[in-house]
């Protein structure tokens, strides 16, 4: 039953993704009332692994941890243990398009990341 699991979400995210990239606006308003838009934990087709997004402003991806925010219309990061030579850098991603369950951010090096919510949490 887990891979059938595994398999549909991953069938789920390609889905998305391949919706997204035909059309990703340039710019997208997020105004702190929208921040809460972020928290949960979601599936990040990047890190192909679940994230926790947490309203407090902090995050965790399996070992890792860090806190995040919203400045104008990016989502910026910052990590508590050295995660690919990013510990104590800001990781500014541009926030290109947000959903109810899903949102996509533009990475530094140009490519998208799209994160499908799995569940919500206070």
């Not at 991806?61 to 995040?68: D, I, M, P, Q, V």
């Not at 800001?90 to 290109?96: G, H, K, M, Q």
Request: without cysteine.
């Amino acid at each position: 039953m887990l891979v059938l699991g595994v398999f549909l979400y991953k069938w789920k995210i390609q889905t998305i993704e391949t919706n997204y990239l035909k059309t990703v606006p340039s710019q997208i308003e997020v105004s702190n009332h929208a921040r809460n838009q972020f928290v949960g934990i979601w599936f990040s087709a990047r890190a192909k692994s679940q994230i926790r997004i947490n309203e407090d402003g902090t995050w965790q991806l399996g070992e890792y941890s860090g806190r995040w925010i919203i400045e104008g219309n990016d989502f910026v990061w910052t990590y508590d243990e050295n995660l690919h030579n990013l510990y104590g850098k800001l990781d500014r991603n541009s926030i290109e398009n947000v959903q109810e369950d899903s949102f996509v951010l533009k990475e530094l090096d140009g490519s998208y990341t799209i994160f499908t919510r799995i569940a919500k949490t206070q």
